[in-house]
């Protein structure tokens, strides 16, 4: 039981280029979402799926597209990297749907650490 | 924008004393989670606690919610050097919203 993976670990892209982030649970949980953190800040909500087959923007959409390929996947997208896009990325997984104490809990992968020079 | 705002923003105690730390937040909430988060880490869960609720404790996390303050306090009790870590509070069901978090350091 992996819990949240996310690859790669770190990237470093140049102002223009595009990449995709990969996040996968294994958890099955319903909900998915994709964090941006930067130097001695807390987490802003970039993009999340509550179930499988919708996403939604949250509070720093622009610059990103999102996938949620199937019910374990959810993949970031930066089609045209800026160095305002320099951070953190961290992605979470919910139940969310299902009823219960803990369906808000949300569980975090180690991130990425993307640079763009 | 940051909801939950964190106080103090840094923290440094002796091992075995007592950590504090108090975050507010501005809207009404369903419920309040706060989150651990070591040096180059993911966030971890430590505990939610509902709005209905006043205090909550789980092992040595101590949380207390004052709605009518609108705001939070997270104390851990005789504190291990593997305390150290930055602490964040969140509001939100699934949108959640961060605050700054609070830098806690525990010297041996």
């Known amino acids: 039981n992996a819990g949240v993976t996310q690859t790669p670990k770190f990237q470093v892209l140049k102002t223009g280029q595009s990449m995709t982030l990969q996040c996968a649970q294994d958890m099955n949980h319903n909900s998915m979402y994709w964090y941006r953190q930067d130097p001695g800040m807390g987490l802003r909500l970039i993009y999340y799926?509550?179930?499988?087959?919708?996403?939604d923007k949250g509070e720093v959409p622009n610059g990103y597209n999102v996938s949620r390929l199937n019910k374990r996947e959810f993949s970031l997208r930066l089609e045209s990297a800026a160095p305002s896009q320099t951070s953190v990325y961290f992605c979470?997984?919910?139940?969310?749907?299902?009823?219960?104490?803990?369906?808000?809990?949300?569980?975090f992968g180690p991130g990425t650490r993307l640079t763009v020079l | 924008s940051q909801q939950g705002e964190e106080d103090p923003q840094a923290l440094s105690i002796q091992e075995g004393e007592n950590a504090t730390m108090n975050c507010s937040y501005k809207t009404s909430i369903n419920n309040l989670q706060w989150y651990r988060q070591n040096s180059g880490r993911g966030l971890v869960h430590l505990i939610l606690?509902?709005?209905?609720?006043r205090e909550k404790h789980s092992g040595r996390l101590r949380v207390t919610l004052d709605t009518s303050k609108k705001s939070s306090s997270l104390l851990i009790t005789a504190s291990r050097a593997a305390d150290t870590a930055s602490y964040f509070c969140?509001?939100?069901?699934?949108?959640?919203?961060f605050g700054q978090g609070t830098r806690l350091t525990i010297n041996p």
């Open positions: 799926s509550a179930s499988e087959g919708t996403t």
């Open positions: 979470a997984s919910s139940e969310a749907l299902t009823r219960g104490p803990n369906t808000d809990t949300q569980y």
């Open positions: 606690i509902r709005s209905n609720e």
């Open positions: 969140a509001e939100g069901a699934q949108k959640l919203v």
